[in-house]
């Protein structure tokens, strides 16, 4: 082969090199650079839930709070959550089990109607993350401004939302490149719009038919779409912020992450997040018997009625590898 066939060759590698890069960008509904209108949306479901926090309380007691709102908001939240926890993040990112097809769709989605991204670009970040976890290269570390208390405020700000409107955008094609092969996945991030559309629409028409009045599909929408959009949002987010800072911290880790006990019920079990980052693969992060845990229980009854295999569980011996040694005298 001559040197010009050679350089024809390698150029055409790297434009197809080029193509793909571009083709798993895309998938996600993202390129490297987050565009304005990613930011104005992005600012939307940001701003609005945070009103609705504001006006809940004074809603609620004004008699807008019925048993339906309740029961299709603990619904909700707990579909998207474990959506979340158990899919984007044990499944998805970390492979702490395998699932059989069904299972893995249904996460995807579920993790979708959580409106925190698409599927392969959360898992984008989320694993940098780890790469760089309170380190420089970290997406949300809120260590990232230094240690005074000016830095640590600025930096816990970053970490729970501010790092969101970051124009530089994780690159697919080099922390999540095996789930931009995965066509299921592929699909379910281009059609992320359908979900979010789901997600805000499912509420109020669950609400109009277990009421059949107008009133109830408001006061669903409410409580059901605004409110737990806001809620689950900031529980989450409040994993890379108030997890980072503050904690006990039972493992080693390279990491200032730490256990907080009073989120774990609201977070499905990720607030036990000093030992997810000692040991990212495992199935469950409360591993005491008090330390709550629901995406760990729901893993476990997947994998009991046959649809998840190769779970990682944490044994006794790795636990006691990891574990920060007693202090003595």
Known sequence: MSAIDQADQADRADRADQRASTAAERV???????????????A??????????????PVAWGGWLGWSDVVITVVMYGLTLHGVTVGYHRLFTH????PNRPVKVVLAVLGSMAIEGPVIRWVADHRKHHKFSDREGD??????YGTSLRGLTKGFLWAH??????????????????????????RI???FWMWVMVSILLPPVAGFLLTWSWQGAVTAFFWGTVVRIGLLHHVTWSINSICHVVGERPFRSRDRSGNVWWLAIPSGGESWHNLHH??????????????????ARIIWILE???WVREVRWPSPERLAAKAVPPQTG
């Open 189 to 191: 991030s281009r059609m």
């Open 28 to 42: 996600t509904l993202g390129e490297d650079v987050q565009s304005l209108r990613e930011r104005i949306a992005l």
């Open 44 to 57: 939307s479901f940001i701003g609005l839930p945070f009103v609705a926090f504001l006006v809940a309380i």
């Open 304 to 306: 009991k009625l046959g």
């Open 95 to 98: 492979k702490s089990f395998k």
């Open 278 to 295: 000692a040991d990212p693969t495992s199935a469950r992060h409360g591993v005491k018997r008090w330390q709550l845990d629901t995406s």
């Open 161 to 186: 939302m501010g790092w969101l409107f970051d124009a530089e955008q994780t690159p697919i094609d080099k922390y999540a490149p095996d789930l931009a092969k995965d066509q299921d996945l592929v």
């Open 139 to 144: 997406p949300h570390s809120p260590w990232r």
